[in-house]
C-alpha cells in the first residue's frame, strides 16, 4: 500500500507562483511513473503533468509555466506552477502508477488562483 500526501496549495494571485510537493510512504524510484491531476468544480479530473520511466508529459494548457520534478532520496514529487491563472483554480492530485500496474491517489490540495 502507498499512501500520497499532497501539500502547497493555497490562494494566490493571478500571475504568482506556488510549488506543490506530493511525499510517498515508499521508494518512488521503483514506480512506473507519477503524475499530477486537477479537478474544478463541475469538471472531470485531468492530466496536468506526468513522468513515466522514459518521457515527461504536460497538458497544453500548462506547458511552459508548469514543471513536475522529484527528489528519488526524499520520496517526493513536486509541480512548480507559475504565472497562475485563474483557470487554474481546482483540486490539484498526486497519484503513483507501481510495477504492479496499481494505481494510488492522494487526498488532493487546493489552489485557487483570484483575478
Known amino acids: 500500500q502507498v499512501q500520497l500526501v499532497e501539500s502547497g496549495g493555497g490562494l494566490v494571485q493571478a500571475g504568482g507562483s506556488l510549488k506543490l510537493s506530493c511525499t510517498a510512504s515508499?521508494?518512488?524510484?521503483?514506480?512506473?511513473?507519477m503524475g499530477w491531476f486537477r479537478q474544478a468544480p463541475g469538471k472531470q479530473r485531468e492530466l496536468v503533468a506526468e513522468?513515466?520511466?522514459?518521457?515527461?508529459n504536460y497538458a497544453d494548457s500548462v506547458e511552459g509555466r508548469f514543471t513536475i520534478t522529484r527528489d528519488n532520496v526524499k520520496n517526493i514529487v513536486y509541480l512548480q506552477m507559475a504565472d497562475l491563472k485563474p483557470e487554474d483554480t481546482a483540486i490539484y492530485y498526486c497519484?503513483?502508477?507501481?510495477?504492479?500496474?496499481?494505481?494510488?491517489w492522494g487526498q488532493g490540495t487546493q489552489v485557487t488562483v483570484s483575478s
Open positions: 497519484n503513483a502508477k507501481t510495477t504492479d500496474w496499481s494505481l494510488y
Open positions: 515508499t521508494n518512488i524510484f521503483s514506480f512506473r511513473g
Open positions: 513522468f513515466d520511466r522514459s518521457s515527461t
